[in-house]
T-cell receptor
Framework: DAKTTQPNSMESNEEEPVHLPCNHS???????IHWYRQLPSQGPEYVIH???SNVNNRMASLAIAEDRKSSTLILHRATLRDAAVYYC?????????????FGKGTKLTVNP | GAGVSQTPSNKVTEKGKYVELRCDPI?????LYWYRQSLGQGPEFLIY????????DSGLPNDRFFAVRPEGSVSTLKIQRTERGDSAVYLC?????????????FGPGTRLTVL
């Protein structure tokens, strides 16, 4: 599985936007970019995914670089409930294993 | 609707004992996954079921670990001769199909402590 690189931690203030970066320089043409987050003492939860185009949903936006070697998860207005570990994961659309390969993720702290 | 549930939420056992961890996936989900998570690390894949069969068990660390899903719904992860290094949170997830973009829904996990 292609690897991703994320900062260990980031900090934000409540109601401000947060940009969480992810580098995936070895991404293949068939890899989707997925983001999951894990709130304290809970299992991970899906946030968003994309292939080439930027994506928006009720939780966040995903901005994908034109060369697809990096992406950014955008939380438009951080709340205290957004404090979590955010994982950037590549999944091959051509099949094979369906497992998610998690790195250490980025621990986001939101200050009131 | 009900999400993925896991029982027990906490399990404390002694080294050398046998444990079973249960996962109830979302109704109708054909795919079921087990992961384990050590402190400060991301979840690590163990095994994946499609229906009743294990489609990928490449993450099971050794033959002390075994999982079953006899009727294609509930799954049990079984650990024999537990060791202190098995202490972790064991997470279960399910999804409705195996397309690359289909999200996995995770349960709250079972925290296993081996003394």
């Amino acid at each position: 599985d292609a690897k991703t690189t994320q900062p260990n931690s980031m900090e934000s203030n409540e109601e401000e936007p947060v940009h969480l970066p992810c580098n995936h320089s070895t991404i293949s043409g068939t890899d989707y970019i997925h983001w999951y987050r894990q709130l304290p003492s809970q299992g991970p939860e899906y946030v968003i995914h994309g292939l080439t185009s930027n994506v928006n949903n009720r939780m966040a936006s995903l901005a994908i670089a034109e060369d697809r070697k990096s992406s950014t998860l955008i939380l438009h207005r951080a709340t205290l409930r957004d404090a979590a570990v955010y994982y950037c994961i590549l999944r091959d659309s051509q099949g094979g294993s369906e497992k998610l390969v998690f790195g250490k993720g980025t621990k986001l702290t939101v200050n009131p | 609707g009900a999400g993925v549930s896991q029982t027990p939420s906490n399990k404390v056992t002694e080294k050398g004992k046998y444990v079973e961890l249960r996962c109830d996936p979302i109704s109708g989900h054909t795919a079921l996954y087990w992961y384990r998570q050590s402190l400060g690390q991301g979840p690590e894949f163990l095994i994946y079921f499609q229906g009743t069969g294990a489609a990928d068990d490449s993450g099971l660390p050794n033959d002390r670990f075994f999982a079953v899903r006899p009727e294609g719904s509930v799954s049990t992860l079984k650990i024999q001769r537990t060791e202190r290094g098995d202490s972790a949170v064991y997470l279960c997830a399910s999804s409705s199909d195996t397309s690359s973009y289909n999200e996995q829904f995770f349960g709250p996990g079972t925290r296993l402590t081996v003394l």
